[in-house]
């Protein structure tokens, strides 16, 4: 019987004595996470931009497409991370 109800505590987050031991910090990481989550939603107007910009680049310019499509890569692999962490 005790172990059943230390273990109940334990998966509330209670400590020994019946208090909330750890909201605080898990209520400011959550707030942290939402923060980035909600910013990251901004990185697909730059994906669309520098994906849109490499054929202007390649042909008018010259130069800057890889970097341009490199660029857009990583912003794209960002993206799908947070969208993915958000979606769970």
Do not use: C
Not at 2 to 9: L, P
Not at 32 to 46: C, D, H, R, T
Request: net charge positive.
């Amino acid at each position: 019987m005790w172990g059943w109800s230390k273990d109940a505590n334990i998966r509330a987050g209670l400590s020994s004595s019946g208090k909330i031991a750890t909201s605080g910090i898990l209520r400011f990481l959550d707030q942290i996470v939402g923060f980035v989550l909600a910013a990251a939603k901004w990185l697909a107007l730059p994906v669309v931009t520098l994906l849109f910009l490499q054929w202007p680049l390649r042909t008018i310019v010259g130069t800057y497409s890889r970097e341009a499509n490199d660029l857009g890569q990583w912003l794209f692999a960002l993206y799908v991370a947070a969208s993915i962490a958000a979606a769970t």
